[in-house]
């Protein structure tokens, strides 16, 4: 098909484009597309769904101005930004440990090891000593540092913004350093695994 002539000749096109209608005068106007709402997510879904992605499984531990040591696990721990170095990781709401670690200002975050599935289900539970009976020591800004790990981090508290039934926490890096374990922890579709 051919459309009018303008200007030097040339073959035009004069089908609708798709997402158009032609109109009784010929001239095309857009289509009319229905909204359509999404059914809600449920979180059996959504979890389902997010368990294929592998996180890594780290403890994010500080010290309470009265000396007390307190973590928390964590799956979600990821690198923000290189200049400055800075992490990010998602405490839960209802979290007992995370606000009095907030309240420092600063902690370390210890990447686990594939053989410290156990490490982790303690700092998972509601136990008041999570470090009864652990190895760590004290990181240079003061924060427990768990020993045989993968990796360290210690970090100053850079921001916190509310997310949902979690916060996202940025952790500015002011020292950091690799562990003696070497092989991280994962968790994987529900469940631990290591990789080599």
């Not at 303008?6 to 089908?15: A, F, I, L, M, N």
């Not at 769904?49 to 799956?75: C, F, R």
Request: glycine share 12%; hydrophobic share 45%; net charge neutral.
């Amino acid at each position: 098909m051919t459309g009018p002539i303008t200007g030097s000749w040339c073959p035009v096109d004069s089908r609708p484009a798709a997402g158009q209608l032609p109109r009784r005068d010929g001239a095309v106007r857009p289509a009319v597309v229905p909204a359509v709402v999404p059914a809600p997510i449920s979180g059996t879904l959504f979890r389902s769904v997010m368990g294929s992605v592998p996180t890594s499984v780290a403890v994010v531990a500080g010290m309470t101005a009265g000396g007390e040591p307190v973590g928390l696990a964590i799956g979600t721990l990821t690198s923000v930004s290189l200049d400055p170095p800075l992490i990010a990781f998602c405490p839960g709401a209802t979290s007992t440990s995370w606000p009095k670690i907030r309240a420092t200002g600063r902690f370390c975050v210890s990447v686990l090891a594939g053989d410290q599935q156990d490490v982790c289900a303690v700092f998972a539970s509601k136990r008041p000593d999570k470090f009864a009976g652990l190895s760590w020591s004290v990181a240079g800004n003061g924060a427990p540092r768990l020993d045989d790990v993968v990796a360290w981090l210690e970090c100053d508290l850079e921001a916190e913004h509310a997310a949902g039934d979690h916060s996202i926490a940025i952790g500015r890096v002011t020292r950091l350093g690799s562990g003696t374990g070497e092989v991280p922890l994962v968790f994987l579709g529900g469940r631990y695994v290591g990789v080599a």
